[in-house]
């Protein structure tokens, strides 16, 4: 089996394998942009970007929410209209830490809607821990 492997860089990287004569398509699956807390510090201070933050209350509860925070009803369940109407805006999506994933799948669905989105991985954990201040939801 051959493959061509094409890569394309926009907001987020592409990747797609393409097949050839008779094989089956795979689907292009873009690759979700992952934000350090240096680049959200940043971005928070310039307000080029907006913190979309995932948690359940009881996380929101126990350590706060990164200031200025869209708080999401549900990580995957959440309403659209929940996000900033302009899909221009970047969207920084997080969760309590590197361990929970609920911030990839709501960025994944801001992202197939159109909105550019980024990942803070270490979450509001991570973002405690580096000693940024945080404020209560």
Same mark, same amino acid.
């Given at each position: ?5 094409? %890569? ?43 913190? !979309? ?16 925070? !869209? ?27 590197? %361990? ?38």
């Amino acid at each position: 089996m051959k493959r061509i492997v094409l %890569s394309a860089v926009l907001a987020t990287s592409f990747v797609s394998t393409v097949a050839l004569a008779g094989e089956p398509k795979a689907s292009i699956v873009p690759e979700l942009t992952k934000a350090t807390i240096g680049q959200v510090m940043e971005w928070t201070r310039a307000k080029t970007a907006t913190m !979309v933050d995932v948690n359940d209350a009881e996380t929101r509860g126990k350590f706060g929410v990164i200031p200025g925070a !869209v708080l999401l009803s549900s990580s995957s369940e959440y309403k659209l209209t929940e996000l900033p109407a302009d899909k221009a805006s970047k969207l920084v999506f997080y969760c309590a830490n590197a %361990s929970c994933k609920a911030s990839d799948a709501a960025a994944r669905r801001a992202q197939d809607a159109g909105y550019t989105v980024a990942v803070l991985q270490e979450g509001i954990m991570g973002w405690k821990k580096a000693g940024q201040a945080t404020a209560k939801p």
